[in-house]
């Protein structure tokens, strides 16, 4: 069945659409992760504007992250100061990106600025993935070699930096610029990529911020939900390339995708599960270099010009 | 004949001259020489819409060749060509032009070298190959025929230009239709249709109707809706993700 795209403004199959939502919800619920960096390659490969899909793949996180936060902020693992700092910098960070966002359209860069990102990051994620399940895989990996986190204490040039704040729920005491910086930049990869950017967020706040993990997924998805919906917003005041028809066919299917996958996960194991992982967001990365390097079909491309 | 039956018929000749005027000859006043209709004269793009064919039918009161074309709403087309750099093909240079036709097709009844010379389609602007496109571009004389041809191919492969005219099938010597099709992604607007009743290599007659394409139903209501207030398309678009995103958790703390 067919359903015409009011924005996208092309036909696409109903079922097709759901059963892409669907899934990446499964393999959100199988491996814990936003979805936001597979959706928006997969919509792309379907034929959906890269415009649109990245626009309409940040309106979708903010529901998929809505629904994530809840449990955490339950269990009192947001840390609400440091959601609100990596906020200020992700609202400056997205702003800025999707300015540069329309900068790059009026170009004709955006749609290899935006493969571009992927393979970086995809190629990036997903081959440390695959290193690091397959080494767990044959327990090569020493005992006791769990995700180390850097010193809390450890001084580094990051500890001179001004404008020192207390983050209680995180026990830290480090400068309020090294928040705000990770927030502008994932702000900015959220309105380039349409992604939560969940996948360096969490690193992020691991390794450079020292943050405990506990409150890492959820003081992340606080702030998602926000900076996604502020790329939603201004993407459609300034580009109107959201579409709300195709946000709602990806959640239906996510969400019932993401059940299936929960309950599927819990059978398998934990390093198979990251493996797997690891080689679809390879795979999904090398299809968009492959893309980008073969000589295409047709050297020249035409596009409207009242862009 | 009376002469009163004569003064008659003058006096009403006299009345009828307005009309007359409009045609070659007096006897064939009463019927025109091209008369053309459309089975339907709105192409409605609904929420299922995969592309519509359009019945064109006419009658042509004394033989000839018909020739139909179908030009979209003009707009500004940007051509770009990929180069490669470092590995990667790039886009890097290009050419913008105006007044090309957002979609465009062409029918006739046998080829349309045969029907016409090349300089009456040329005046005419009949067939893909005779329509002007203005380039606002600088661009160096061989650079010219090479982006224009990847506009047309590239119009072609996206279906919006007809790969080669349609054939336009005469029922009886006077009776003709053709189907024109609309594909999927076909843009909305104004379409103008010309049929063109050729002798004798020229043009011997044109009608000129008029076609709308646009989008009906929740779709169009959708896409008027978020290009006229987008502010509040974004607000409602986010409520619309955070309520399903809170209908999700609460499904899923009851398992």
Redesign the interface.
């Given at each position: 069945?067919?359903?015409?795209?009011?924005?996208a403004?092309?036909?696409v199959n109903i079922f097709l659409i759901l059963g892409l939502g669907g899934g990446v919800g499964f393999l959100s619920g199988l491996f814990g992760v936003g979805g936001g960096f597979l959706i928006t390659p997969l919509l792309i490969f379907y034929g959906i504007p890269p415009a649109v899909s990245v626009a309409t793949a940040a309106?979708?996180i903010?529901?998929?992250?809505?629904?994530?936060v809840?449990?955490h902020w339950k269990r009192g693992n947001v840390d609400l100061k440091m959601g609100l700092v990596l906020l200020a910098g992700g609202i400056v960070g997205s702003t800025a990106g999707v300015w540069v966002f329309a900068w790059l359209r009026s170009l004709?860069?955006i749609d290899?600025v935006i493969s571009?990102c992927y393979v970086i990051f995809l190629g990036i994620i997903g081959g440390m993935m695959l290193i690091e399940a397959t080494r767990a895989i044959f327990r090569t990996r020493r005992r006791g070699g769990q995700i180390r986190r850097s010193k809390k204490h450890q001084h580094s040039f990051i500890h001179g930096l001004p404008f020192k704040m207390r983050f209680y729920r995180s026990g830290l005491y480090i400068s309020a610029l090294l928040p705000l910086a990770v927030g502008f930049f994932v702000g900015m990869l959220t309105a380039l990529m349409g992604v939560g950017g969940g996948f360096v967020m969490v690193p992020a706040m691991i390794y450079l911020l020292g943050m405990p993990t506990g409150v890492v997924i959820g003081t992340s998805l606080f702030q998602i939900?926000f900076v996604t919906?502020n790329v939603?917003?201004?993407?459609?005041?300034q580009t109107?390339t959201?579409d709300?028809?195709l946000?709602?066919l990806l959640?239906i299917g996510g969400?019932i995708g993401?059940?299936f996958g929960a309950q599927f996960g819990a059978r398998l194991k934990a390093e198979h599960l990251r493996a797997l992982l690891g080689l679809l967001v390879l795979s999904v990365c090398l299809k968009l270099l492959f893309d980008?390097?073969i000589?295409?079909d047709?050297?020249?491309?035409?596009?409207?010009?009242?862009l | 004949m009376t002469v009163s039956s004569r003064m008659l018929i003058s006096i009403m000749l006299i009345g009828l001259l307005p009309i007359l005027s409009l045609g070659t000859a007096v006897k064939k006043a009463s019927a025109d020489p091209l008369v053309v209709d459309l089975s339907n004269h709105l192409v409605a793009i609904t929420t299922g819409f995969t592309g519509t064919n359009v019945l064109l039918f006419g009658a042509v009161e004394d033989e000839g060749d018909v020739i139909v074309t179908v030009r979209g709403p003009d707009q500004d087309m940007v051509v770009r060509k990929k180069e490669r750099k470092v590995g990667i093909w790039i886009n890097s240079k290009s050419a913008r032009y105006k007044n090309v036709p957002a979609y465009y097709a062409s029918a006739s009844n046998r080829p349309m070298d045969i029907i016409a010379p090349p300089e009456v389609l040329l005046d005419y602007r009949i067939g893909l190959q005779n329509l002007r496109f203005v380039a606002e571009s600088d661009m160096t004389d061989e650079d010219k025929p090479i982006y224009r041809e990847a506009l047309v191919r590239n119009m072609q492969d996206s279906g919006l230009f007809g790969e080669r005219p349609a054939k336009i099938s005469f029922l009886s010597n006077q009776l003709f239709r053709t189907d024109i099709h609309f594909p999927a992604n076909t843009p909305t607007g104004t379409y103008t249709i010309n049929v063109y009743l050729m002798r004798d290599g020229g043009v011997a007659s044109v009608k000129t109707t008029p076609l709308v394409v646009s989008k009906t139903g929740v779709s169009a209501e959708v896409y008027e809706f978020a290009h006229r207030y987008s502010a509040l398309y974004g607000i409602i678009a986010v409520i619309i993700a955070v309520v399903a995103g809170w209908i999700a958790s609460v499904a899923f703390r009851k398992r």
């Open positions: 069945m067919q359903i015409y795209l009011p924005i403004e092309i036909s309106n979708q903010v529901a998929s992250s809505v629904s994530g809840f449990a004709g860069q290899l571009l939900i919906a939603t917003f201004l993407q459609s005041v109107q959201v709300v028809a946000a709602i959640l969400v993401a059940q980008l390097v000589t295409p047709d050297l020249y491309s035409v596009m409207p010009g009242d | -």
